[in-house]
């Protein structure tokens, strides 16, 4: 970061807003220890309270709440306008310049480059002149499912963030690794992490089942490819399946999973409830054809649960290679 007079005059104090549209349960933990910090004034602007209030979660397909806090230990503000909705764009654009105006930074983070609030956050920092970056965890080019014809836009788009940016914060070393190869000024990969006071490993030892048990956690969407989790279950008779998460996905996958008892759907499970699953779980399974990252690795691994990770994965390399703390699977057969 550049050293401005803003800073001086605050005696060395950095002040630092990060704009994103909605709380999140895995920025919480981060946006609290930045506060805490005596060389960081943190403050986090939002667009709307989704996750901390009750929302439609078009993945999920249901309300969703989260039951962590997601608006303690740090200062934030809220523009109050929804993410759905064309009309809301340029109302969120007017918003976030509005609220940024106001405030004399030294940095400005974005959560990714494309939304109508990262777009006027880093058009007020280059006007400003203030550093920015955004934040990251994509592991390649690419925009599933565009037409091909237009799929040059968001990978030209990304090249553009990425040079233009003072930095990218990245969710893994492979994510890192990929910005610096399109042209990035500086990359942090820093594994995001979770509340220690939610996950964590029970003292008590694992029960001796003679089955194998494992979890799958995720929302229920195609290319999640839990389908290829209760093949292989319904193909053994000492693996049991539990899979947590709801989704469009979910009725196909309960009629391929019809009549094994050894397969059980528990719905769509909270944060502080999850831990329990993780405990019960032997490995927590991660089979998808493309996962930027899988922030439920790092939550397993936090419960002392091993993983099963498809090799796309971005925490395929941090989580297992790294830490050692699962197996890569290498093609669909395997799994």
Known sequence: MKSSSSRRARGGTVRVVFVTSHPVQYSAPLFRALAARDDVRFEAIFRCLD?????????????????TPLLEGYEWTCCGIPRAGWRQ?????????????????????????????????IATAIIKRWDWYFVADSIQLGARGWPVVFRWLPRLGLRLATRGAAGVFCMSSRSAAFYDSIGAKRTLARVATVDPSVFFPSPAARSDATELRVLAVARMLD?????????????LDNIVLRLVGAGPERARLEELAAGNPRIKFVGMRNQRELREDYLWADVLAISSDHEPFGMVAVEAAFCGTPVAVDETAGSADDIVLRAGAGWLVTDVAKW
């Open 51 to 67: 996750g901390a209030e009750s929302y439609h979660d078009s993945g999920f397909g249901e309300l969703v709440q989260w039951d």
């Open 223 to 235: 290319w999640k490819r839990l389908d290829l989790l209760i093949r292989a279950t319904s193909g």
């Open 89 to 121: 764009q340029l109302k969120a654009f007017r918003g976030i310049a509005r609220e940024l105006r106001g405030r004399d930074c030294d940095a400005v983070v974005v959560s990714g480059y494309r939304s109508a609030e990262s777009i006027s956050a």
